[in-house]
């Protein structure tokens, strides 16, 4: 089975990130994943960023760095980094906006725990569960929407 590079990082966003941003984000981010292979999921809930980023390890590790050096966020927050069979092989980069997401019973286990990268840090089994759990709602192209419209992308 192959084996990548499993990087998740929590951050905060510069200033509250509307719709069009978050999509225009997206986009580029999953046109650029599915060139250079990369696959994972990003939340954003409460204006931070939580994300799972996989792939080969020097493509990974270059992302990273450009990510890092993003001026829309900043207190870049490496939580987990491990070697692994991919888990989030069909997204090219899902994303679930939470705060739109109160009342979903599926998103419910995460909605009830702080958006933190100490209790993310604290509790990093609990954290990948989580994100795991993402997986499972609905189909990546339906679940790489920001708000409740479908992106069609
Ligand atoms: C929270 C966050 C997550 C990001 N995730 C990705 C990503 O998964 N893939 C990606 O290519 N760029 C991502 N970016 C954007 C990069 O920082 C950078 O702007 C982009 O890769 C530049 O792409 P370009 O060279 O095609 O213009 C992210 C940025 C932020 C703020």
């Not at 905060?12 to 046109?31: D, F, V, Y």
């Not at 419910?108 to 954290?127: E, W």
Request: hydrophobic share 35%.
């Amino acid at each position: 089975m192959e084996q990548v590079i499993t990087l998740t990082y929590w951050s905060r966003a510069t200033h509250p990130m509307g719709e069009e941003e978050l999509l225009e984000l997206l986009r580029k981010s999953r046109r650029n994943n599915g060139r250079r292979n990369i696959t994972g999921l990003l939340l954003y809930r409460d204006q931070c960023f939580l994300q799972v980023l996989e792939g080969p390890e020097p493509v990974v590790s270059t992302l990273i760095q450009t990510i890092e050096s993003d001026p829309r966020h900043h207190s870049f927050r490496t939580l987990c980094r491990e070697v692994g069979p991919r888990q989030f092989g069909d997204w090219q980069m899902g994303f679930e906006n939470l705060d739109d997401e109160a009342g979903r019973s599926e998103t419910a286990a995460i909605m009830r725990r702080p958006f933190d990268p100490d209790y993310f840090g604290a509790n990093p089994t609990t954290t990948q569960t989580l994100l795991l759990c993402f997986r499972g709602i609905a189909d990546p192209a339906v679940v790489a929407t920001v708000g409740h419209a479908s992106s069609g992308d």
